[in-house]
């Protein structure tokens, strides 16, 4: 009986090593419940699994990124739904949310809620709000601000 649990334990952990590799297809009828992160392309309608450890963006599983930490992360590029934002740390977009003021937990959440929307180009982030604008902003117009985060679309 032990044996047979060991067994069942070892192929256990195999199929989970096995649908956490890169390169697998998004056909799950092999295998019915998903390890990692369900997900439907709302173009295609296609369904299937990203492997632990990735999200799902339009036609492929990405990387999780990590969270956005200043000043760590000052003039770094981060992309979420095929968009691509340099961060800028202390510093403000100075208002303007043509596109609404959002309540957001932190930077990241900011930048990716103007990341789904298309014409959203400099996202800013302060204190628990995030300005989103259509604007397209050159570096030079951010002004300094202490714990604020902007995000220009590159």
């Known amino acids: 009986m032990m044996n047979l649990k060991a067994l069942a334990l070892i192929s256990l952990a195999s199929l989970v090593h096995?649908?956490?590799?890169?390169?697998?297809?998004?056909?799950?009828?092999?295998?019915?419940?998903?390890?990692?992160?369900?997900?439907?392309?709302?173009?295609?309608?296609?369904?299937?699994?990203?492997?632990?450890?990735?999200?799902?963006?339009?036609?492929?599983?990405?990387?999780?990124?990590?969270?956005?930490?200043?000043?760590?992360?000052?003039?770094?590029?981060?992309?979420?739904?095929g968009y691509t934002y340099k961060v800028y740390c202390d510093m403000s977009t100075n208002g303007g949310s043509d596109l609404g003021l959002v309540r957001a937990a932190d930077a990241q959440a900011?930048?990716?809620?103007?990341?789904?929307?298309p014409n959203c180009n400099s996202p800013s982030y302060y204190a628990g709000q995030c300005w989103l604008s259509s604007q397209v902003k050159a570096p030079n117009t951010l002004v300094y601000q202490a714990g604020a985060v902007s995000f220009l679309k590159q």
């Open 110 to 117: 900011c930048v990716d809620q103007c990341a789904a929307i």
């Open 18 to 81: 096995a649908a956490t590799q890169p390169g697998l297809t998004a056909d799950q009828s092999f295998c019915p419940s998903c390890i990692g992160t369900k997900y439907t392309d709302p173009s295609t309608g296609q369904s299937g699994c990203c492997p632990s450890g990735t999200q799902y963006q339009p036609a492929s599983c990405v990387a999780i990124p990590a969270r956005i930490t200043c000043p760590a992360d000052n003039g770094h590029l981060y992309t979420m739904n």
